[in-house]
């Protein structure tokens, strides 16, 4: 089993950065294939980013691609996602999770585990 707790959400001005965090707890965070998803009001919770379990691999989603890098360190068992030149339309809730199967089919359906959620808003 794995646990999972989002930090560093908050406000910033459309361009600015954040670095969200997620600690892991559990001895099987670095088997699994790991991802960040969001949920904005009224929408469906969409795939961001996820990371192989040794790292090796990353995929973005196209409207995050070249903004946002996803990465991990199995050793603290934490998942990072720095997100640059921040749109309003990054505003959501963003959710860390456990992937099972192949991190590139990561879906809502494919989770094993989620985090809490930290919510992320960007102002125009």
């Known amino acids: 089993q794995v646990q999972l707790v989002e930090s560093g959400g908050g406000l910033v001005q459309s361009g600015g950065s954040l670095v969200l965090a997620c600690a892991a707890s559990g001895r099987s965070f670095s088997s699994y294939a790991m991802g960040w998803f969001r949920q904005a009001p009224g929408k469906e919770r969409e795939f961001v980013a996820s990371?192989?379990?040794?790292?090796?691999?990353?995929y973005y989603s196209s409207p995050v691609k070249g903004r946002f890098t996803i990465s991990r360190d199995n050793v603290k068992r934490t998942l990072t996602l720095q997100m640059t030149s921040l749109k309003p339309d990054d505003t959501a809730v963003y959710y860390c999770?456990?992937?099972?199967?192949?991190?590139?089919?990561?879906?809502?359906?494919?989770?094993?585990?989620w985090g809490q959620g930290t919510q992320v808003t960007v102002a125009s």
């Open positions: 999770a456990a992937v099972s199967g192949r991190p590139e089919w990561a879906t809502a359906d494919t989770v094993d585990y």
């Open positions: 990371i192989s379990a040794n790292g090796g691999n990353r």
